[in-house]
Each structure stands twice: as C-alpha cells, then as structure tokens.
C-alpha cells in the first residue's frame, strides 16, 4: 500500500508538471523586437504623393547661391537652397574639383509652392508633382548636369562621380532606376536630396529609397 501510495503522488506530480509546461507559450524568450540597426534612425523629411508637405510648411534659411562662393556652376542667378543643403553640396562639389572633375551646373533648387503649381500646369508629360509634394518645395533637393553633358546626364563621368560620393555629403539619388515601383516616380539621375549624411550613409549601404529608410524607422 505504501508504494501504491508513493506511486499515486509520484503520478499526480508529474500531470502538474506536464500541465504547467505544456500550457506555457512555446518562444517566451524570443519576444519580436527590430534590429538594432533600425533603432534611432534620424528623422528625415518625406515628400512624395502620399506625403504633402504641410501648408504651413517654411525653409528654415534660403541662400541663393549664386550670391555664394562656389564649387559648382548656376543655370541661372535664381537657384535657392536651405543653407544646409548648401553647404553639403558645396564641400562636395569642392572635393570633386580637387579631383578634377568639373563642369557641374546646378539647374534648380528650391521652388515655392506658386511656382510649382504653374509648373504643374504647364506640364504635359505628366513628370512634374503636384504643389506641395515635390521636393523642391523643401529647399532640400536639387537638379543638377554638367558643362560637358551631350544628351543625358546619366552618361556623364560627372554622373558617376556623383552616384560614389554623394552618400559621404549627406544626399541620395532619389528616384533611382530600380525603384520606381516605391517611388512612384521616374528615374531621374539629376535629382539630388539632402537627407544628412547619418541618414544617407544608411540608406546608401542598406540600398534603399528614402520611402524604405522612413518604412523602416517606425
Ligand atoms: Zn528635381
């Protein structure tokens, strides 16, 4: 009777243990957290169709460039940039001349909302963005081509230069060619935007636009 006993608690002992362990979760440990690397991502402006930028929206400091000491040329005495975006694109364009490769003209900066909206009207091809989602509207981007340019920039050494080092100034291509499916927008390899040079390292090693780098941070 005694070992039938022991046997009794032996038994019931082991049901609890088997019940206790078979109703916990399966991966208590593994909780779902996201790689470190997309942790503390800097925030970065995005413009796109989906992304307007608000009504309220003012460049925090113009400079129209062609009033600046530059590395670079204008297409006009027009062309403005938020002083930042300036500045990156200046010490960039400095280190392409120190390495001999000139000729850059920038084409457009910072356009107002009016200004795009009559671009928009006027376009026919269906390429300019509605007032208020292109990127111009930031002070934050711009067009650029070359002096030596023969038909498209993209064929340029100029170009090639640019698509190298442009990450180490803080900006990215923004509308690659195999990403238009994300962007919604056509390649342009003359369009240029300051992200900062964290946020464009990031994006340049991780091969992403800027829709998956902002994807990405939340
Ligand atoms: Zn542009």
């Not at 920038?106 to 909206?117: M, P, V």
Request: hydrophobic share 35%.
């Amino acid at each position: 009777m005694k070992k039938m006993g022991c046997l009794t608690v032996f038994l019931i002992a082991a049901c609890c243990l088997f019940l206790i362990y078979s109703r916990r979760p399966a991966n208590t440990t593994a909780a779902v957290t996201a790689p470190a690397k997309y942790n503390n991502l800097p925030e970065v402006l995005l413009v796109n169709a989906d992304h307007p930028l608000p009504d309220t929206y003012a460049p925090k400091e113009l400079v129209n460039l062609y009033a600046q000491k530059r590395h670079f040329l204008l297409a006009n005495s027009s062309i403005e940039l938020e002083r930042e975006a300036f500045e990156a694109a200046n010490r960039m364009f400095k280190l392409a001349e120190d390495e001999d490769m000139n000729g850059f003209i920038l084409t457009s900066g910072y356009r107002t909302r009016e200004k795009q909206a009559e671009l928009y009207a006027e376009n026919t091809d269906g390429t300019a963005q509605r007032p208020g989602c292109s990127e111009h509207e930031t002070g934050l981007a711009f067009d650029v081509t070359t002096r030596y340019d023969a038909g498209t920039f993209e064929d340029t050494p100029q170009f090639k230069w640019l698509i190298e080092h442009c990450w180490d100034f803080g900006f990215i291509l923004r509308y690659p060619k195999d990403k238009t499916n994300v962007t919604g927008i056509a390649y342009e390899s003359w369009h240029y935007r300051y992200v900062g040079e964290e946020a464009a390292k990031i994006i340049h090693e991780n091969g992403w636009t800027l829709e998956e780098y902002c994807a990405a941070r939340k």
